[in-house]
């Protein structure tokens, strides 16, 4: 998920009530619900490092005691005055595993076995900027504001808003999480009862959309093609609608650019790989072999692409990637 959502969650586990556990708990909190994201750093390396180290091991099951301790050391070493050791340390990792559940939700996936396997768990429930979220959320927010101001009017008083509010909105992720799980069950199940263009289906996914939880994007696999279907639970679907993405032969370009660390890499992370491959002017009898994610956008319209320009030798001349924006043609 989103920074916003991640740090809003932790300061609401606070007002909750594990405030009550340790000293400076809202820093705590927020600082740990962020902390697996320290993975950022990684940019210093490249787009592709980005990638291969976003959600690796700092989203583990195994790196969670550490992802806990260092919001605990951060905070104390800018504080003085008591300080709550194993109270700060346990709130700290409840907000950690904050963190890896709202990851777990959405498309991108994480993975939580590292370093013993690389595998991708992802529930597909919510885009990773979901605006329902964001708007619940940020009314938990500003009650508690709205509610002092009020009081303030009218010369109550009201001791409890913030936590009232918090509670709602933790509630309101649950429910919403749990009511679009029961969605993308039906989803997933009408895009797998279909035929298309006489093939059957070896795998689907039913992708999120961040504005409404009825529309999906519906994602069909067959032997030699993807099919995009937009798939809206309140209506009728067709499954001859979708728009087909063939996928490339093995030609020996391709092999060539499969080969590469490049490619290697895109295909640890993409879990839907389509190619393509395009002949180019340069150099002469050249292929440019272009890879990407389809859960992210099309060969129209990719998010995720790494490339490769193969001579008509077989040789590939180089190979970058591109993250995070649509490749200009």
């Known amino acids: 998920m989103d920074p916003l959502t991640h740090s809003l969650t932790g300061l609401f586990l606070g007002r909750a009530g594990l405030n009550r556990f340790a000293e400076h708990a809202p820093w705590i909190l927020i600082l740990a619900a962020n902390a697996p994201d320290i993975d950022i750093v990684t940019l210093a390396g490249g787009q592709l490092a980005y990638l291969n180290y976003h959600r690796h091991l700092t989203h583990s099951l195994v790196a ?37 559940l709202l990851d777990y939700t959405n498309t991108y996936g994480i993975r939580l076995l590292l370093p013993f396997s690389g595998r991708w768990f992802r529930l597909d429930l919510t885009a990773v900027v979901d605006l329902w979220i964001w708007a619940v959320l940020l009314v938990a927010l500003a009650g508690p504001v709205l509610v002092r101001l009020v009081n303030a009017e009218i010369g109550a008083r009201s001791r409890h808003a913030g936590r009232g509010f918090a509670i709602f909105a933790l509630v309101f992720l649950l429910l919403y999480d749990g009511g679009r799980a029961v969605l993308h069950s039906r989803a997933a199940a009408t895009l797998d009862s279909r035929i298309y263009a006489g093939a059957a289906p070896l795998r689907v996914a039913a992708l999120p959309s961040p504005a409404n939880p009825f529309a999906w994007r519906g994602l069909v696999e067959t032997a030699n093609s993807y099919i995009v279907e937009d798939l809206n639970l309140l209506g009728e679907f067709d499954p001859s609608r979708g728009a087909v993405f063939y996928k490339a032969e093995a030609s020996p370009a391709v092999k060539a650019a499969n080969a590469t660390h490049d490619f290697q890499d895109f295909f640890r992370f993409s879990q839907f790989p389509i190619e393509v491959s395009i002949p180019v002017a340069e150099p002469d009898g050249g292929t440019r072999v272009e890879a990407m994610d389809m859960r992210f956008g099309t060969p129209q319209q990719p998010a995720f692409v790494v490339t490769a320009i193969v001579n008509s030798r077989g040789q590939v001349v180089r190979s970058w990637f591109t993250f995070g924006a649509v490749r200009p043609r």
Not at 78 to 87: C, D
């Open 64 to 100: 969670m005691p550490v992802m806990a301790l260092l919001p605990v050391v951060a905070v104390r070493l800018f504080v003085r005055g008591p300080f709550r050791w194993l109270g700060a340390y346990a709130i700290s990792l409840l907000a950690v595993a904050s963190h890896l």
